[in-house]
């Protein structure tokens, strides 16, 4: 379990729509709170795999840029606790991978980064009890096809 100036976050990348959607039904039915839930990607990623209904769409709607980073697809997060004020204040001329080496290890970061860069999602997860922390992991495992990663970040 995380300290008092620490919390911890599992962080898992999604590829599929139907995928990223059965593991926000199966999160929301274990008593994660949407706003313990956020979604990172590139561009319209995120638009385009919401679709038109389902827990995804509730996400995309309140979409924000975190910035641009010189590229033609801004970084775009949903509203979940933390992540995007986080990110938002970090400096402008940092790439994403750098900004994410803040509280995540730095080649994991780069490689978050390169999903995000290939259309990928990644989904961000605060885990504040020890029953979210069993259970979280294995939801994000059973609907990813790619690690699970589990960090303990200040603040």
């Given at each position: 379990?995380?300290?008092?100036?620490?919390?911890?976050?599992?962080?898992?990348?999604?590829?599929?729509?139907?995928?990223?959607?059965?593991?926000?039904?199966?999160?929301?039915?274990?008593?994660?709170?949407?706003?313990?839930?956020?979604?990172?990607?590139?561009?319209?990623?995120?638009?385009?795999?919401?679709?038109?209904?389902?827990?995804?769409?509730?996400?995309?709607?309140?979409?924000?840029?975190?910035?641009?980073?010189?590229?033609?697809?801004?970084?775009?997060?949903?509203?979940?606790?933390?992540?995007?004020?986080?990110?938002?204040?970090?400096?402008?001329?940092?790439?994403?991978?750098?900004?994410?080496?803040?509280?995540?290890?730095?080649?994991?970061?780069?490689?978050?980064?390169?999903?995000?860069?290939?259309?990928?999602?990644?989904?961000?997860?605060?885990?504040?009890?020890?029953?979210?922390?069993r259970a979280v992991p294995g939801?994000?495992?059973?609907?990813?096809?790619?690690?699970?990663?589990?960090?303990?970040?200040?603040?």
């Amino acid at each position: 379990m995380a300290t008092a100036d620490k919390r911890r976050v599992a962080v898992a990348v999604f590829n599929r729509a139907g995928d990223l959607e059965a593991a926000l039904n199966e999160l929301s039915l274990s008593g994660v709170d949407k706003e313990d839930i956020c979604l990172l990607g590139r561009g319209n990623t995120i638009s385009q795999m919401a679709g038109d209904g389902g827990p995804l769409s509730s996400f995309a709607k309140d979409l924000a840029a975190v910035r641009e980073d010189g590229g033609s697809k801004p970084l775009l997060a949903s509203s979940g606790r933390s992540i995007h004020q986080m990110l938002s204040e970090l400096p402008a001329e940092r790439s994403v991978g750098e900004r994410l080496a803040t509280w995540i290890p730095g080649r994991q970061s780069r490689l978050l980064e390169q999903f995000l860069d290939n259309a990928a999602v990644v989904l961000w997860v605060w885990i504040d009890n020890t029953d979210l922390e069993r259970a979280v992991p294995g939801i994000l495992l059973r609907h990813t096809s790619h690690a699970v990663q589990v960090h303990e970040i200040s603040g």
